[in-house]
């Protein structure tokens, strides 16, 4: 039984660079979502899918921030230009869309350090 | 907009006594509300969920929560407390009956048990 997969589930970077994160969900899942985490906070909505389809970004989802799901299968999350305000833990999740009531079933997150 | 405040970030409990995590939710309508645990370099899973049907639920572990609209709480509950509980707890919440899908978290409460 394989669960949501996060990679890499560290990175660090110097502050101006691109880094991407790749998010794997459960096989039958059609719906996934991103959010952030930093320390002492829960998680932060940033952004979801059905399928491909992007259906809501939050507002704090900034212009150097872009996340895909070209087939409906992984998603990446892409953050141009990095901050060190970026630094967090990036949380995936992936549900079976059953309205909203399905539930969330959450990667162990990709950890960006931005120095 | 639906938002949750949990009240005590960290809260502390003898082995064998009560757990009471406290949330309540703030919704523009009948919401669908949620306990997720977070243990220590895990990803969060689902400890219980709301979604209008029994207001006193049942979850993993010997949790249950109760729906109190009147008080717009969903606290949380366990009768005798036991270390392997340790861990983070999230209260959260979506607009009930619809198909939005985007689920808010409140910013947490650390549970340590005492030996």
């Known amino acids: 039984d394989t669960g949501v997969s996060q990679d890499p589930r560290h990175k660090i970077t110097k502050r101006g660079q691109n880094v991407t994160f790749r998010c794997d969900p459960i096989?039958?899942?059609?719906?996934l979502y991103w959010y952030r985490q930093t320390l002492g906070q829960g998680p932060e909505f940033l952004t979801y899918?059905?399928?491909?389809?992007?259906?809501?970004k939050s507002r704090l989802l900034s212009d150097r921030f872009s996340a895909e799901r070209p087939k409906g299968s992984f998603s990446t999350l892409e953050i141009q230009r990095t901050e060190q305000g970026d630094s967090a833990m990036y949380l995936c999740?992936?549900?079976?869309?059953?309205?909203?009531?399905?539930?969330?079933?959450f990667g162990e997150g990709s950890r960006l350090t931005v120095l | 907009a639906q938002s949750v405040t949990q009240l005590g970030s960290h809260v502390s409990v003898s082995e064998g006594a009560l757990v009471l995590l406290r949330c309540n939710y703030s919704s523009s309508v009948p919401p669908y509300l949620f306990w997720y645990v977070q243990y220590p370099n895990q990803g969060l899973q689902l400890l219980l969920k709301y979604t209008s049907a029994a207001t006193l639920v049942k979850g993993i572990n010997g949790f249950e929560a109760e729906f109190k609209k009147s008080e717009t709480s969903f606290h949380l509950t366990k009768p005798s407390a036991h270390m392997s509980d340790a861990a983070e707890y999230f209260c959260a919440v979506t607009p009930g009956g619809s198909s939005a899908s985007k689920i808010i978290f409140g910013s947490g409460t650390r549970l340590s048990i005492r030996p």
């Open positions: 899918f059905q399928n491909e389809a992007q259906l809501e």
């Open positions: 999740a992936s549900s079976l869309g059953q309205g909203n009531t399905g539930e969330l079933f």
């Open positions: 096989s039958e899942h059609n719906r």
